[in-house]
């Protein structure tokens, strides 16, 4: 309001100024444009040394500034009219900038005359007004003076002089030395703002902390922020006054909640400012609140717009001709934002902190945002190299939970490429780590970023993105070269052309060669071949350099290169031919390849096959080469002729003969025709002419290395005969669109092999008919297994049945074959896989477990002679020695028998590279039930209906093979399981074709064999249950059931096994297998009850774990026991349902009451069978109610069940626990134990009554437990046993002496009786401690007496924390030492070592002293303690 007076008195005066102001100009000095009237304003100025000037020249000072400004506060205080005088001199100068020149003037900075330029050429000098403004007496009219005339140009245009007068008005109220009334300066300053325009607003807003004095910045900031809220448009100059402003902290708080609520609603350019207002204004204490409610505020994805609209808007705005840098904006300001936060975290340690706490509190993949996302980036290149570990240990963390999932990848790189560029060093240093980790989806994130950065990025960052793939390609390490190599894949097919320019890179690869495994070498071979072949002549040189690599490979002698050089070669011809009009339907230029290619593929294919002719094993390689390549069903239909033109015709002319009378011939071994499925059709008929072909070649390889004599002929052996074979079906598929119908005869063919009945008198065969013998026998297994995988995809009735025929062929072959080569020492198999380095050395086979067993009874028997003790001498024994059922349950489970002492022991799984790769389709076979009809017609009438089984033996056979595929592709995160087929020598043998499936196309393959497997597992479930029926629980059969029960165990146990590696196969954690986990566990679920519609994820666990948990009752093996525990506990992790985890442990506690006897009525016992005990007592413990009851239930109850048993006795409550097992049970209860004593909080002053006795009463509970299971040791003396309780004592006493002491120091007053019996009773735990410290010492025993000084150390700690304890409830007279004797584990003295220390310096004295507490009438407790004294523990530790 005063502002508005003053302006209305100076407007009536307003004429009579002008006219008087205009009289004066005409007498001023036109030349030197002066001011030169005789007001007192113009007069005093003048004299105190400030002449006026008008027009466009500054007002000229004459002295220094300040002494300008003393002499007029003179010259106004001592005027005759003072204070008048004032009054007078505002009005002149009024007067005078009425004039907008002259007011103009007033306000920018004054010239110094001549006089004055020597000494203050330097000095900035102040504008006219601004030096008024210093002026004490002058100030608060100048100021009014100056609110005034704001108004007047408030809504004017900028002039063409260029200045803007409120701008101008305002700077002079900054930096003023003092200011006399800071309150009606703010609230004309707040007056000011609410009518000014924008504009000015701004202005006046940005320079408040330039004007005001620090008394007056919360009162401002309270205007300011009510403001804020009222008009967005001035969010920037509000924020950066107040982040400028000294502010309180609640203030502040208030403020920021408010700057925090317009977050959705600030303009995108001014997002910057508002990030950095609300990052500036955290303190260390509010950080992660803060940072929490910015990330969730921040919504990046409304600050630019999608790639595809964004795309089209750019080319729209080109056509027009216009510029695009509108939507640049977006990305700018973006990236202006994440240069604050940078900044902010790399200069404020707290917000750094908080930022990471902000993301690892998110805790679904819906709550991330693409900001968490940049931030870690932000956080790793700002990091130290601690602090990178962090975030790279968050982010892993992250993906492998999958919270953070490849599509937030995807949209940061895709919408913030600028900002994820300038981090791009960062990126790559993720990646590199990421690619590292052996989980598989740390990994797959780890490629995705590599593929962003190629696709998104510069050519630099493509180069080093290419130059980091190849490093890791030669790194060495097999799961790094196959991602590394995917990638390259990926952005070869993807961005051929980007990679060509770097093809140079790729090309030194070829130098590494050596360390890759076929499978990489095909990889690499299809990357150079990509950017050889996919730009015509511009990769014409990587084209010369692949052909002069590839001829170089062939023509080596060493079986290696040449191998590299078939697969290179055929990988070439398939990138040559590859029929791209399949690619580009609509493109009729591309429907043929030129002829130059043809010929140079022609070429190509001649070469190889003449390089690999003279040799069987590269022959068979070039065959399966080719083989995969037609299978892909991509080649030109001129190279496709090509290649099977000849093929049926050279197999039939190569290993197809005539069925004709059988003549005993010049063969190593009598000829047969055997295994013909077509006996109608006998004459005339054809035979794989098998044995003829292979004695031939026995034979011609004897002569080739008979010197000067080297083959030079095509040699026709029956190691390619599957290969050949292989490649012939694949022809005649393509050709006939899937019917082998022109083949079909190959299906039911006789074989000529020798009369098997040889099998059963091997022995007395010579050495190389043996060794013919076996080699017989694996071609004619891999014959059949190719014939299986070839017909079993075939509809047709009759040919089912025979592929069922031929499965149990194979069954039986398998069994001759065990015999053949246990009685062939030291036999080397034909190769069956020739794409991998397979050492020639033959498998070793294990000498049968009889003889085994005699050894170890010797063993045994001197350990019972040096072990004085029944139970002692038992479970050493037991403990130290794998035992034979452990060899027979490992047999049984595949099936096999070893029947007869002194023979050796063949497993077959050690000759897996030996036999050819089943491919997946066979395991449809599985769906084919137990029952198939055999159609045997002749003349096309039906004469004999046969019935064909899928027996045990042939189901044992298919679900190991799908077991072992599992195992190798489906990789779990969950809990190790444990492995029932144990795989040696090199992994990746035998599972070439598998490799071309990825894991979730395998994942899917088996979802959908899911009913058949549980058809099976029903059936099994069944046939066991019929069992313990019939033997009123009894698992006791007669011996001809022998080998069934043990199939069908086997069987029982593979099924467990196929279902768990499915379930917990880590792929199901990523969002794109969600579907198909659904799928997966709705089969299951339906089995227990079909349901109509489709149920909630959460519902179908819990279906598919009660149809699982049906199964438990059927269990014939502890081992399938085991696999059924972790298959339900795999689905219980991911179900909904509290009561799984009682379950589980009522199910894990069911197995260990359970008693295990084999089908010979023997009890289960061994190495494998102790693991599975120990597996299935770690879950029930991990999963009952109460861990301490639990185990005082076994040791209360279950072991002196057992002592009180015979010698071969067990404890009626839990049959399992023997003395043969009581080391296993001791072990898993001590642990156990040691963990749930560590989850009891330690004792707090501030715990209520009710809490102390619950933590007294777990203590009480766990130290009862403890003494019994110490005590044990007098009975089980074993060196086993003592390393158990050695090691897990010191690991209690630790834990009482952190979580315990404190409880007691605060229990002992209130519950002093409950105190002095847990003393009273780990007193007698300790003394026995001691005791065995004292008896592994004289036994002198390293690996028991390592454990000693750690304990003693923490027996004496204890002693002098329980005299703290007294002493703290003061009863410190209840505390004495005393000497304590060293004893044995039986309590006698050690005599030996007292004759010692008397005799001269021990090592061992007799210085362990015990504590004795003995409270007073007051304490009322007797409790007694021992340990040693000071001396005695230095001398004994120096001893050990």
Not at 684 to 708: F, H, W
Not at 790 to 805: I, N, P, R, S, W
Not at 1037 to 1061: F, S
Not at 1378 to 1398: A, F, H, M, T, W
Request: with cysteine.
């Amino acid at each position: 309001m005063v502002a508005k007076k003053r302006h209305s008195k100076s407007a009536d005066n307003h004429g009579a100024k002008k006219s008087k102001i205009g009289g004066r100009e005409r007498t001023t000095c036109a030349q030197e444009g002066e001011v030169g009237d005789d007001t007192v304003f113009v007069q005093l100025l003048k004299t105190s040394g400030v002449i006026l000037k008008y027009g466009s020249q500054p007002n000229k000072l004459t002295l220094d500034q300040a002494v300008f400004q003393k002499k007029l506060y003179q010259a106004l205080r001592k005027h005759p009219r003072y204070p008048n005088v004032v009054q007078e001199f505002i009005s002149g100068l009024e007067s005078h900038i009425e004039d907008r020149d002259k007011f103009r003037n007033c306000l920018l900075p004054c010239g110094q005359s001549q006089e004055g330029e020597s000494s203050n050429t330097l000095n900035y000098q102040e504008s006219l007004i601004k030096l008024l403004l210093g002026i004490e007496i002058l100030q608060p009219p100048v100021m009014n003076t100056l609110f005034e005339k704001i108004p007047e140009f408030i809504y004017d245009c900028v002039p063409e002089d260029g200045f803007n007068m409120p701008r101008l008005i305002i700077n002079q109220f900054k930096w003023l030395d003092r200011i006399i009334d800071n309150k009606d300066l703010t609230s004309k300053i707040m007056q000011l703002i609410s009518v000014a325009s924008l504009e000015i607003q701004r202005d006046i807003i940005t320079s408040l902390p330039e004007i005001l004095e620090d008394a007056q910045h919360n009162e401002i900031a309270k205007e300011l922020n009510s403001l804020l809220q009222q008009n967005t448009q001035l969010t920037v100059p509000i924020l950066d006054a107040l982040s400028s402003l000294n502010l309180r902290a609640e203030l502040l708080t208030e403020v920021r909640h408010s700057v925090m609520s317009t977050l959705s609603a600030v303009k995108l350019d001014d997002l910057p400012i508002v990030v950095k207002f609300i990052l500036h204004a955290i303190t260390a204490a509010d950080a992660i609140e803060v940072i929490t409610e910015l990330r969730k505020n921040l919504e990046l994805e409304s600050c630019v717009l999608p790639p595809q609209l964004q795309a089209s808007q750019d080319k729209r705005k080109q056509k027009m001709g216009t510029s695009v840098n509108q939507e640049n904006s977006g990305h700018d300001c973006v990236a202006i934002m994440f240069d604050v936060i940078k900044a902010a975290v790399r200069f404020q340690k707290a917000t750094a902190e908080a930022w990471i706490k902000a993301i690892e509190c998110v805790d679904s993949a819906a709550e991330h945002k693409v900001i968490d996302l940049l931030v870690l980036l932000i956080l790793h290149t700002t990091s130290t190299s601690n602090s990178k570990k962090q975030v790279e240990k968050l982010l892993r963390s992250k993906i492998r939970l999958g919270h953070i999932r490849d599509q937030l990848l995807q949209v940061a790189f895709r919408s913030h490429a600028v900002v994820v560029r300038e981090y791009f060093p960062s990126v790559l240093s993720l990646a590199h780590t990421l690619l590292r980790s052996p989980d598989v989806s740390v990994v797959s994130f780890g490629s995705q970023m590599y593929k962003h950065a190629f696709m998104m990025f510069d050519s630099y960052c493509q180069q080093e993105v290419v130059g980091a793939m190849v490093t890791h390609v030669c790194s060495g390490f097999t799961a790094e070269v196959d991602v590394s190599l995917d990638v390259l894949t990926d952005l070869v097919s993807q961005s051929s052309s980007a990679m060509a320019v770097y093809a140079v890179f790729v090309k030194g690869i070829l130098d590494y060669m050596d360390n890759l495994s076929p499978q990489q070498i095909r990889k690499l071979f299809f990357i150079l071949n990509t950017l050889a072949f996919s730009r015509g002549q511009e990769g014409s040189h990587i084209q010369d350099d692949m052909h002069i690599v590839i001829r170089k490979q062939l023509s080596s002698t060493i079986s290696k290169y040449k191998r590299i050089g078939i697969i290179g070669a055929v990988m070439m011809v398939g990138c040559m031919a590859y029929d791209r009009s399949k690619m580009e339907a609509s493109s009729s230029d591309l429907a043929s390849m030129s002829k130059e290619t043809f010929r140079q593929a022609t070429a190509l294919l001649e070469l190889v096959r003449t390089c690999s002719e003279h040799s069987p094993e590269a022959a068979a390689l070039y065959y399966d080469e080719l083989a995969n390549l037609v299978q892909k069903r991509n080649l030109d239909p001129q190279v496709q002729e090509l290649i099977g033109r000849s093929v049926l015709d050279d197999f039939q002319e190569d290993f197809v003969v005539d069925l004709g009378p059988e003549t005993d011939s010049k063969y190593l071994l009598p000829l047969k025709s055997m295994y013909n499925l077509d006996e109608e059709e006998s004459e005339g008929g054809i035979v794989i002419n098998l044995l003829p072909l292979l004695s031939n070649s026995v034979i011609s390889t004897g002569l080739e290395r008979a010197p000067g004599k080297q083959g030079t002929k095509k040699c026709i052996s029956p190691v390619c005969l599957a290969s050949f074979f292989r490649l012939l079906r694949f022809c005649e598929e393509v050709q006939h669109n899937g019917n082998l119908e022109e083949i079909d005869a190959l299906l039911g063919c006789p074989l000529y092999v020798t009369n098997l009945e040889l099998v059963e008198k091997v022995e007395s065969l010579s050495k190389q008919e043996r060794e013919l013998l076996c080699s017989l026998l694996f071609h004619a297994l891999n014959w059949f297994r190719e014939v299986v995988n070839a017909f079993c995809k075939q509809h047709d009735t009759e040919m089912k049945g025979k592929v069922l025929l031929r499965l149990q062929n194979i069954t039986q072959l398998q069994v001759l074959l065990e015999k053949c080569i246990a009685a062939t020492p030291g036999y080397v198999p034909p190769l069956a896989n020739f794409d991998s380095e397979i050492t020639e050395v033959p498998p070793t086979v294990a000498p049968a477990a009889p003889a085994k067993k005699g050894k170890k009874d010797q063993k045994g028997k001197k350990k019972q002679k040096s072990e004085g003790n029944k139970n002692s001498s038992t479970d050493s024994s037991q403990t130290e020695e794998p035992t034979e059922e452990s060899q027979v349950q490992a047999e049984s489970t595949q099936g096999k028998e070893n029947t007869e002492e002194g023979k050796v022991f063949v497993n077959l799984s050690n000759y897996r590279a030996h036999f050819r790769e089943l491919d997946t389709d066979i395991f449809f076979v599985l769906e084919c039930g137990l029952l198939t009809k055999s159609l045997l017609d002749t003349e096309l009438h039906t004469k004999v209906t046969g019935v064909v089984q899928l027996g045990s033996a042939e189901l044992v056979f298919l679900l190991e093979d799908l077991s072992r595929k599992l195992d190798y592709m489906l990789v779990a995160t969950a809990t190790k399981k444990i492995n029932f087929l144990k795989v040696k020598g090199d992994r990746d043998v035998g599972f070439s074709h598998l490799r071309q499936m990825t894991p979730q196309e395998l994942a899917q393959f088996t979802v959908e064999l899911l009913n058949p497997l549980c058809n099976h597992l029903e059936n099994a479930h069944n046939y066991f249950q019929v069992m313990l029926a019939e033997n009123n629980g009894v698992v006791d059969v007669l011996g001809a059931d022998v080998k069934e029960h043990q199939r069908m165990a086997a069987c029982y146990q593979l099924l467990l096994q196929i279902l768990n590696t499915l379930f917990a196969w880590n792929g199901f954690a990523q969002h794109e297998n969600r579907k198909l986990l659904k799928l997966a566990l709705g089969v299951l679920a339906n089995r227990l009850k079909a349901g109509d519609g489709e149920l909630e994820l959460e519902e179908l666990f819990r279906q598919t774990f009660r149809y699982l948990q049906n199964f438990h009752s059927s269990i014939p093996r502890c081992a399938s026991a085991v696999m059924l525990t972790q298959l339900l506990l795999v689905i219980a992790e991911r179900s909904p349902d509290n009561q799984c985890k009682e379950k589980i442990a009522s199910i894990a506690r069911g197995f260990l009451c359970q008693s295990w006897v084999l089908p010979s009525g023997e009890k289960e016992k061994g190495n494998k069978y102790n693991e599975a005990l120990q597996t299935l007592l770690c879950i029930y413990l991990k999963h009952t109610g109460d861990v301490l009851k639990s185990v005082e239930e076994i040791a209360g109850v279950g072991i002196p069940e057992l002592l009180n048993s015979t010698k071969d006795g067990n404890s009626v409550t839990f049959p399992t626990l023997t003395r043969q097992t009581f080391l296993v049970f001791y072990r898993v209860m001590m642990r156990e134990l040691d963990k749930s004593v560590k989850g009891i909080p330690a004792g707090m002053q501030s715990d209520s009554n009710e809490v102390q006795i619950e933590k007294l009463l777990r203590w009480n509970v766990a130290v009862r437990d403890f003494h019994i299971l110490v005590n044990l040791v007098k009975v089980f003396d074993s060196r086993p046993v003592l390393g158990v309780c050695l090691k897990h004592g010191r690991l209690f006493i630790e834990s009482f002496l952190k979580q315990g002491m404190p409880l007691l120091d605060y229990s002992f007053k209130k519950h002093r009786d409950d105190v002095q019996s847990l003393l009273k009773t780990l007193q007698l735990s300790t003394r026995q401690l001691h005791h065995m410290c004292g008896h592994t010492k004289i036994n002198q025993d390293t690996s028991l007496t390592n454990h000693v000084p750690l304990l003693k150390k923490l027996l004496e700690l204890f002693v002098y924390r329980v005299k703290a304890m007294l002493t703290i409830n003061k009863c410190q007279e209840a505390f004495w030492l005393g000497n304590l004797k060293n004893r044995d584990l039986q309590g006698e003295e050690i005599l030996s070592q007292q004759e010692i220390g008397d005799d001269e310096d021990s090592q061992l004295p007799e210085d362990d002293a015990e504590e004795e507490i003995e409270e007073e009438e007051d304490c009322e407790s007797d409790t007694r303690k021992a340990t040693r004294d000071d001396e005695g523990s230095a001398e004994d530790s120096d001893s050990d």
